[in-house]
């Protein structure tokens, strides 16, 4: 059973950076675009950036020279490293892996960012 669980969250100043780790298991890593998605309160859930299986990557024009995403197929891994951090950027941060046939969701890390 697919499993992809979030980690890295947490309380920062404005300015600050965080990295977000999602860690995939039950599925065959390489083969899946992997997502980082966030959702604040009230809010829709909007893509924040998207690597897929070949490393190409896609970037929310809020977050364009600011996050960068990468994965470690060996290791089933995807990071985002998030710098000069806003308050804007507060939400819950969700990992998402998808394929043409399947998708799945992690549970979600929470990012606040104080002004």
């Known amino acids: 059973q697919a499993q992809l669980v979030e980690s890295g969250g947490g309380l920062v100043q404005a300015g600050g950076s965080l990295r977000l780790s999602c860690a995939a298991s039950?599925?065959?890593?390489?083969?899946?675009?992997m997502g980082w998605y966030r959702q604040a309160p009230g809010k829709q859930r909007d893509m924040v950036a998207t690597?897929?299986?070949?490393?190409?990557?896609n970037y929310a024009e809020s977050v364009k020279g600011r996050f960068t995403i990468s994965r470690d197929n060996a290791k089933n891994t995807v990071f985002l490293q998030m710098t000069n951090l806003n308050p804007e950027d507060t939400a819950i941060y969700y990992c998402?892996?998808?394929?043409?046939?399947?998708?799945?969701w992690g549970q979600g890390t929470q990012v606040t960012v104080s002004s």
């Open positions: 039950g599925v065959t890593f390489s083969l899946y675009t």
């Open positions: 690597i897929g299986p070949g490393s190409t990557t």
């Open positions: 998402r892996a998808s394929s043409q046939f399947r998708t799945y």
